[in-house]
């Protein structure tokens, strides 16, 4: 993965995480303390540094709250920090960086930087307001403990490398990420396991029947879903009638290790069904997920338009990018 | 460092740095104060005109800012109702 390809992709996950701590205090600005939240829950190396160290996103919620009434304190204002809703990033609009915020990627894509979390983080605890030491500080953990560990635990890219979200060789439609949540793994399990509450993670069902219609050959059995035809914000979004119906089927199942849900149209019989095989690691406080996405063609379907298909490699790879981040994202925000 | 520390400190002005710090916080808390209150007089039917002229600024401003930021649920009453 090139230097472009891969601070593209730590940008958005950055930006993501970042501006959806920043919608759940109220405010559609990500500054450096929402930067730093989220990498508390970087898959990477930067995060997993942060929390070695006591940075987790809880602690580093509060440590960022304390400064922050702390700072009021001193100013003689005693409202406190307004209370902390649910993220609704997804449902609001008009966000953007604060300048210092951005100046912070544009310095750890510069020369000589490689642009991927740990460039962000190391620049990040250097910033001049001294907003984040405070924060390393106000959580017990110690900043100069913090960058040498990420200087010394060596050459990030090499141990990364198979994270990164990309298509597999065998098929276009087809691609893997991988994330960390942060929660502990039978109740991301518990989660990912029940068809009623693939709704709460999965952006494209609506509901689920509370009974399944039958078994599938492989195992578990299938359920009887809607497809969802309104956006996060409210708006129509529009369905063919043909898509409205989903057939959720339970390919595989292995308690707090690995599920594989098959979502296929049976009004569409020809469309394409989507596999979405999910396997979940305990991690030192959460959990990491591995999520192997396809799109699998109908069976009886002959393979036409070979030609168009290698043309249209490029968009399918960025089109299976944003899927995949969206179900991170969509699982991630469950738990935070 | 201590919390009450750093508020001492920024009380008593001998720390310039915490105490120009602690403005930006004032200034995040005012936007997020300010985004809940324009939502708040939309749920209780105000107009964006209202709206602005209780802020100081004009309508257009303030509908800029706001039309997408506020909570999508919140049903606006239309400009010439």
Do not use: C
């Amino acid at each position: 993965m090139s230097k472009f390809t891969r601070s593209a992709d730590t940008s958005h996950r950055l930006s993501l995480a970042a501006m959806e701590e920043a919608s759940r205090v109220g405010l559609r600005t990500a500054d450096i303390e929402h930067l730093l939240l989220a990498l508390t829950i970087d898959r990477d190396r930067a995060g997993r540094v942060l929390r070695r160290h006591g940075l987790t996103l809880e602690a580093a919620r509060a440590g960022v709250a304390a400064q922050h009434s702390a700072q009021l304190a001193g100013l003689g204002v005693s409202v406190g920090e307004p209370d902390s809703g649910r993220i609704v990033f997804h449902e609001t609009d008009g966000y953007t960086w604060s300048d210092r915020a951005g100046r912070i990627f544009t310095a750890a894509n510069a020369r000589g930087n490689a642009g991927d979390a740990v460039a962000v983080l190391t620049e990040l605890l250097a910033e001049p307001s001294g907003l984040i030491e405070a924060v390393v500080q106000e959580v017990g953990a110690n900043r100069a403990a913090i960058e040498h560990d990420l200087v010394s635990s060596g050459s990030a890219a090499s141990i990364d490398e198979h994270a990164e979200s990309r298509p597999r060789s065998s098929s276009p439609l087809a691609g893997t990420t991988e994330g960390f949540i942060p929660a502990p793994t039978a109740e991301v399990w518990s989660l990912l396991a029940d068809p009623a509450r693939i709704p709460e993670w999965e952006p494209s069902i609506a509901s689920v029947a509370a009974s399944p219609e039958g078994t599938t050959d492989q195992l578990g059995g299938s359920w009887r879903a809607r497809a969802t035809t309104t956006r996060p914000d409210g708006t129509e979004l529009k369905v063919a009638p043909a898509f409205r119906r989903v057939r959720l089927g339970l390919l595989a199942r292995e308690p707090e290790r690995r599920v594989v849900w098959n979502l296929a149209f049976p009004d569409a019989p020809r469309a394409n069904s989507r596999t979405i095989d999910i396997t979940l690691e305990p991690e030192a406080d959460g959990t990491r997920i591995r999520i192997a996405f396809a799109w699998d063609r109908a069976g009886d379907r002959p393979r036409r338009h070979r030609v168009l298909g290698f043309v249209l490699r490029p968009a399918y790879r960025v089109i299976i990018w944003v899927q995949l981040s969206q179900l991170v994202s969509g699982i991630s925000r469950v738990f935070r | 460092m201590e919390s009450s520390q750093i508020a001492a400190r920024a009380a008593d002005l001998s720390d310039p740095r915490a105490g120009l710090r602690a403005v930006t916080s004032l200034r995040a808390l005012a936007d997020t104060l300010e985004l809940r209150q324009v939502e708040a007089g939309l749920l209780a039917g105000m107009s964006w005109q209202q709206i602005a002229d209780a802020l100081g600024v004009t309508r257009q401003a303030v509908h800029k800012k706001y039309a997408k930021r506020i909570d999508p649920a919140i049903v606006i009453p239309r400009r010439h109702a």
